[in-house]
């Protein structure tokens, strides 16, 4: 099996702030990702799937090392003091190197 190393960035977080980290990613460089509603247990209480201003989302990117590093930092800077957002990156072997 050939793959190509890459980056899985995850993002969950309120899901009113969905349009801004869409916008976000791509303008980081980011060729697509993936949204799904998320619901869980954390040190800002419980959140439930489902309600637009009250849920959260989960969005995911595959990408290169660069832009991992690049929307990470600006997560940090912008969005973790005043928002319920967790964020981290795994290593994947991509399958198809030529959609990301």
């Known amino acids: 099996m050939d793959t190509t190393h890459k980056k899985l960035l995850t993002i969950i977080t309120e899901a009113v702030l969905e349009p801004r980290l ?29 309600w637009m201003h009250n849920g959260n989302v989960r969005l995911e990117v595959i990408c290169t090392d660069e832009v991992a590093v690049k929307i990470t930092e600006h997560l940090r800077a912008h969005f973790y003091a005043d928002y319920a957002m967790v964020s981290f990156v795994i290593d994947v072997g991509v399958l198809r190197a030529d959609k990301f």
Not at 22 to 50: K, N, P, Q, W
Request: zero cysteines.
């Open 22 to 50: 869409i916008d976000l990613v791509r303008e980081m460089g980011a060729t697509g990702y993936t949204v799904t509603e998320a619901r869980g247990s954390g040190s800002r209480g419980v959140r439930s799937a489902g």
